[in-house]
């Protein structure tokens, strides 16, 4: 775990994000972003695009490949799919996060766990609707596999996924420093099937340095 010199109160931007809404942002070259787990166990997921380019945009297998590992933490550079360094974790209280799990769908609420689950708003909606306040055409590819800061998805011996309870806490966060002008697209996950969010989607926050 890696502590920020930074101190909040110089943040130029902060935002509270509610449990299950969305929020699309653009980080500037040289900016620092800040996620706050603020209640605990909350998986933030979380997409980033080229700002001069949308579809350069984040490659959650070219981020393992480039780092050799699978989860991220302080030092790992977060890879675009054209090969580019979008930001860099530089601070990190929770110690590792997902980019394997994926982003929750009505689809897959049907498939995992019932098929009465399909109304329940999930973080593919969100994205949706983060992408149509940006106002940039992008297509269903373009939304991507995602990152789950503060998720908890353990790989099993025999290469599979589990959804288990948090390794994160209450006041927990993760700072990355963009390499490029970015756009953050970000679905604070409203799941309510697993325990991802410990059964109680909560607020995060966000800062800009």
């Known amino acids: 775990m890696t502590e920020s010199i930074l101190d909040p109160a110089t943040a130029t931007y902060r935002q509270v994000i509610p449990a299950g809404d969305w929020w699309v942002h653009e980080i500037k070259r040289g900016q620092t972003l800040r996620i706050v787990d603020l209640e605990g166990n909350q998986a933030a997921d979380t997409l980033f695009y080229s700002a001069a380019d949308p579809t350069d945009r984040y490659s959650a297998d070219g981020t393992i490949q480039a780092q050799q590992a699978l989860y991220l933490t302080t030092g790992t550079k977060l890879m675009s799919t054209e090969g580019n360094v979008l930001l860099e974790i530089t601070a990190d209280t929770c110690g590792r996060h997902d980019t394997l799990g994926g982003a929750c769908s009505r689809e897959s609420n049907t498939m995992r766990y019932a098929h009465d689950k399909e109304c329940m708003h999930a973080c593919r909606d969100s994205f949706i609707r983060g992408a149509q306040e940006w106002k940039v055409e992008l297509t269903k590819r373009d939304i991507a596999c995602n990152i789950n800061f503060f998720m908890n998805v353990p790989v099993s011996p025999d290469g599979g996924l589990t959804f288990a309870d948090g390794i994160s806490a ?29 059964w109680n989607p909560t607020p995060v926050e966000v800062l800009v340095f």
Not at 170 to 198: F, H, T, W
């Open 170 to 198: 209450p006041g927990r966060y993760v700072e990355m420093k963009a390499a490029m002008d970015v756009v953050c697209l970000i679905s604070n996950c409203p799941q309510l099937n697993n325990p991802c969010n410990g």
